[in-house]
């Protein structure tokens, strides 16, 4: 195997070599959620990718891999959130009258707008009110609403994101006032800010049970969605808020290295002193350490007010806490820890004093992970030698929609909950992160779906077949048992050789891949590349050698699709072939799973018997046999996988059905029309219903019993059906318009050709045979006028000729 190389954010540029500290071992801390909301599709993106490559070290790579994973309990957003709950809360338990509430509500609109939309004051001597909210609207941030930008220079961003959900919280307050909808539930998003800036300082924090109910509660819903999502659980899981001793020790030690100072309460990491002493600050993102907006949002919305900081990058190790905010005791006061010490202590107290991977969002590097390094590597630091705390940091690409970052601030976001309840599919999701550079942004698209759900649709047909094939060539009675039982014979290895050293490259180039940083988006080609192959394959397939090799292909996409994660009940090895049964096929009942498909067999058996078939000794026997016994016996053996379990009955219903077809060209016509009537209703409607496709093959060959989902089975039918009724539809309209031109051809023939002319009032003499020979005003026909008359008058003597000999009399 080539060595492993990775993007390293520490390292700018290409993949360098990973060398783990301990060989065959990885040590990983990863930077959990803030949990004060529902996760959305960007939290997706960044567990998911970071899944894959801790699945593809573990699974593929054969590492022993310790995953530590941190909740975020307690920081600025929680407390926020949490405090500003609990006073609209209280003010909801107030007797307001329809006045007063009306007077609170437009006192937060107001504020609401000074704070976040200034535009809309202007101008300053007309007050903002619900009536010229929306002229005021458009006029202000109009462009911004139709899709442009702040300013002319510049594209849409995070900045038109935010204006535009201030602008959607200002429109909710605004119908909520006008009466059409509860007041407090419209208006909450205004009522919260300016309620906390009202009350914030009365709320008792003593008690933190308003901040650890909303946390728990918020972690069990993460946990939740990566359970959904196919995302391993962390081998340790860290809180703030069970580390709060350790922190204050922790940075303690900071202090007495003279790396930290305290100041009015709070403790600040002193930049200039640890860069004196030779160390390097902002590593990760060096040209972002004067960024005053990402340092300011990496203290925290809480943190502006707190003061005596000697240098402006300077950053907050302790927080004194101010009131309504909680707190611990600390030899600095009462305060609660910042952001960035969290995760230096947590990873050090599991992990050590160095790790291998630290991993994050990518707008996790600056100030957060380039604060996490610099405090670490002070508290470790001896002597004046710079201390290597993380030796490489992966730093996932974000998920943007409409050119903005998908997040919660922003309020731009689809949750994790609601993407899988309607969109998305745990597989289907994956899928678009893996066709996607795990370290590059991922945009939502309509085309990044289709690839995707192509992708999907390739590799479940392709195991679709290969599975149909295996239970057909080796004869038994289910997938698991057709597994492995063909054999390649060397001396008819031939056939099978092109497809064998195809898969054999196709090993040798997805290790190539997952050696080059785990380059997903590469593996999914090559994966694509062997199906095809091997697709090809399947269409020729004359011996068990080439079904032998058909199969061994389908084993190896099976193995690397469950280490990719694409199989939420797979396990390592990753034995076995195609996706794995659901997991609600655990704890099926046999009997009510087989209930349609059983139904299905007995109608079928039932209207065979009430034809007149011609005798036949197989089609009787068919009739006669009976797939319960079969049945029972996976039953009681513990098969709970309900396709299985529906084999008996389908393979029988196979069977009458292939022998009807069969018979039927011996029969009598009504006979046979009666049996394909049949023989196309079981195929296209009692098992499309039921998710099942009967593909039938030449050469007697019988059927394949394919299990595919029903609503692509229906879409097919009825997508079918439109197109033969299309069909029909020109059809008819081509008859009726060949009949029409028919009739108008004939009704034009009956004219004898002496009459024709007659009735052109531009002459006014005619000849024997009604050839005109005066004009109107009794002057001669001239003769290049008569010519082109004489060949119109042959034409309609040839066609009235015609109309004689059709349909008979006269032309009187």
Not at 431 to 444: P, S
Not at 526 to 539: E, F, H
Not at 638 to 653: S, T, Y
């Amino acid at each position: 195997m080539d060595s492993i190389k990775v993007h390293n954010s520490l390292k700018p540029g290409g993949p360098v070599p990973f060398v783990p500290i301990e060989k065959g071992k990885v040590s990983w801390y990863a930077c959990g959620p803030t949990v004060y909301d529902q996760s959305h599709l960007g939290h997706a993106r960044n567990y998911v990718s970071t899944d894959i490559i801790r699945r593809i070290l573990a699974h593929y790579f054969g590492f022993d891999v310790k995953f530590v994973m941190n909740f975020t309990d307690i920081d600025d957003k929680i407390i926020i959130k949490a405090r500003r709950q609990r006073l609209l809360d209280l003010e909801k338990k107030k007797n307001h009258t329809d006045a007063e509430l009306k007077e609170l509500v437009l006192a937060a609109f107001q504020a609401y707008a000074k704070s976040n939309l200034p535009a809309l004051l202007e101008p300053a001597d007309q007050p903002l009110t619900p009536e010229n909210y929306n002229a005021r609207r458009d006029v202000a941030y109009g462009n911004v609403l139709a899709g442009g930008a702040l300013s002319p220079e510049s594209k849409p961003g995070d900045a038109e994101a935010k204006v535009k959900m201030h602008i959607s919280n200002m429109t909710s307050a605004v119908i909520a006032l006008s009466g059409n909808s509860q007041v407090f539930k419209g208006a909450e998003e205004i009522l919260l800010p300016y309620l906390d800036s009202l009350y914030k300082e009365t709320i008792d924090t003593s008690d933190q049970s308003m901040f650890t109910d909303l946390t728990r509660f918020m972690e069990g819903e993460f946990t939740d969605d990566m359970d959904a999502l196919n995302v391993l659980r962390p081998d340790v899981v860290t809180r703030v808020t069970e580390y709060v001793p350790q922190i204050a020790t922790f940075v303690e030690k900071i202090v007495e290295k003279g790396f930290a100072y305290e100041a009015e309460g709070s403790v600040y990491f002193d930049i200039a002193a640890f860069e004196k002493a030779g160390n390097t600050y902002a590593r990760l993102r060096p040209d972002s350490r004067n960024d005053k907006a990402l340092q300011e949002e990496g203290e925290g919305s809480l943190s502006k007010a707190l003061g005596g900081k000697r240098g402006a990058g300077d950053f907050a190790l302790w927080k004194s806490s101010k009131p309504g905010e909680p707190y611990w005791p600390s030899k600095w006061g009462n305060g609660r820890p910042g952001w960035h010490i969290e995760c230096s202590v947590m990873a050090s107290d599991v992990l050590g004093s160095r790790m291998d991977l630290h991993s994050g969002g990518i707008d996790l590097a600056f100030p957060h992970h380039d604060n996490e390094l610099a405090q670490s590597e002070a508290f470790y630091c001896e002597h004046g030698h710079e201390h290597t705390w993380v030796n490489y940091f992966l730093h996932m690409g974000h998920l943007s929609i409409s050119g903005s970052k998908m997040s919660k601030s922003l309020k731009n976001f689809q949750t994790i909950k609601d993407a899988l309840a309607s969109t998305y599919t745990a597989r289907s999701m994956r899928i678009v992160f893996l066709l996607g550079r795990w370290n590059d942004g991922v945009e939502i698209s309509p085309d990044m779906r289709s690839q995707a759900d192509s992708w999907e649709s390739a590799v479940n047909n392709f195991f679709i077949n290969t599975k149909s094939l295996l239970v057909e060539a080796a004869g038994t009675k289910n997938v698991d048992s057709a597994i492995g039982k063909l054999s390649l014979d060397p001396e008819k290895k031939k056939p099978t050789e092109g497809l064998l050293t195809d898969l054999e490259q196709a090993e040798k180039d997805l290790e190539t891949a997952l050696v080059n940083s785990f380059d997903t988006p590469q593996a999914m080609r090559i994966i694509m590349d062997i199906i095809r192959k091997a697709n090809v394959q399947i269409t020729t397939i004359k011996s068990d050698e080439d079904l032998s090799a058909v199969e061994a292909v389908a084993r190896w996409v099976t193995r690397i699709v469950g280490i990719l994660g694409l199989d939420a009940n797979a396990t390592p090895p990753y034995n076995g072939l195609g996706w794995a049964p659901s997991a609600a096929a655990v704890n099926v009942d046999p009997h009510v799973a087989v209930q349609p498909y059983e139904a299905v067999y007995k109608s079928v058996v039932s209207e065979s018997k009430a034809l007149q078939l011609p005798s036949s000794d197989a089609i009787e026997s068919l009739l006669a046999a009976s797939p319960a016994v079969e049945f029972e016996s996976l039953a009681n053996s513990g098969v709970r996988d309900p396709e299985q379990l529906a084999l008996p009955f389908l393979r029988a219903v196979s069977r009458i059905r292939d022998e009807l077809r069969r018979i039927a060209p011996t029969s009598s016509p009504d006979i046979k029309k009666s049996i394909l009537a049949l023989s196309d209703r079981i195929r296209d409607v009692d098992l499309t219903n039921l998710g099942v496709y009967l593909d039938d093959r030449t050469d007697n060959q019988p059927s394949l019993i394919k299990f595919i989902p029903a609503a692509e089975l229906i879409a097919a039918r009825e997508e079918k059906a439109a197109k033969e009724a299309e069909k029909a539809r020109a059809k008819e309209e081509a008859k009726i318009a060949r009949e029409k031109a028919e009739e108008e051809k004939w009704a034009k023939a009956k004219l004898a050709p002496e009459d024709m002319f007659k009735s052109d009032e531009r002459y006014s003499d005619f000849d024997a045979e009604g050839m005109p020979t005066k004009m109107k005003d009794g002057s001669e026909v001239p003769k290049s006028q008569l010519k082109k008359l004489k060949k119109e008058w042959d034409r309609q003597k040839k066609a009235h000729g015609e109309y004689l000999a059709k349909f008979g009399g006269s032309s009187a």
